[in-house]
């Protein structure tokens, strides 16, 4: 089954301590995506990464670091959780410059809280 | 910049026909995207359009205008499963793989 997965699915956690959230697709999707969704925000991209090896910024890159050493996996870290970054996180994948309809698949979220 | 105004919330009813608009302001245009997304769910994508027009798909229909930077999505003969927010969100015009997203509209249908 096509999918994109992330764990964990929810995470309590103390501002600083560092965290991962993993983000795999299966896919071989070329673009993926880390998003955050806030009431009243709609999501916003964090980072993406268009191929192996490229990542930059989204629209709220301050306090998020990526990486994308193999092409289904794009992990999401958290140096130094602060309470500001407690959200909903979204992975999403995409076929990338052969794709015929543009269409992201989105994992199932993160639901992350930092207290 | 770019910036994508869509209702916060709407209601309706079991059966009946709505529709979400969308407005947008955006230095280039590369597309247009409709997503569905329950509470606490993952997005899923609805529908595309590049081109002006309408675009149907079973009981969901999507509508272009370029010129007047303008979306709507139509809904028919409305289920209970269809209260969920829709997003809008165009393709940046620098990175067509880019989404820049709306705040979503929230649509409660009821029997």
């Known amino acids: 089954e096509a999918q994109v997965t992330q764990n964990p699915r929810y995470l309590i956690t103390v501002t600083g301590k560092k965290l991962t959230v993993t983000c795999s697709q299966n896919m071989n999707h070329e673009y993926m995506s880390w998003y955050r969704q806030d009431p009243g925000l709609g999501l916003r991209q964090i980072y993406y990464s268009m191929n192996v090896e490229v990542t930059d910024k989204g629209d709220v890159p301050e306090g998020y670091k990526v990486s994308r050493k193999e092409k289904r996996n794009f992990p999401l870290i958290l140096e130094s959780p602060s309470p500001n970054q407690t959200s909903l996180y979204f992975c999403?994948?995409?076929?990338?410059?052969?794709?015929?309809?543009?269409?992201?698949?989105f994992g199932p979220g993160t639901r992350l809280t930092v207290t | 910049g770019q910036n994508i105004d869509q209702p916060t919330e709407m209601t309706a009813t079991e059966g009946a026909i709505v529709q979400i608009n969308c407005t947008y302001q955006t230095s280039g245009f590369n597309g247009l995207f409709w997503y569905q997304q329950h509470a606490g769910e993952a997005p899923t994508f609805l529908s595309y359009n590049v081109l002006d027009g309408l675009e149907e798909k079973g009981r969901f229909s999507s509508f272009l205008s370029r010129s007047k930077g303008y979306s709507y999505l139509l809904l028919k003969e409305l289920q209970m499963k269809d209260s969920a927010s829709y997003l809008c969100?165009?393709?940046?015009?620098?990175?067509?793989?880019?989404?820049?997203f709306g705040t979503g509209t929230r649509l409660q249908v009821f029997p």
């Open positions: 969100a165009v393709s940046a015009p620098y990175n067509t793989d880019k989404l820049i």
């Open positions: 999403a994948s995409s076929s990338g410059m052969d794709r015929r309809t543009y269409e992201q698949y």
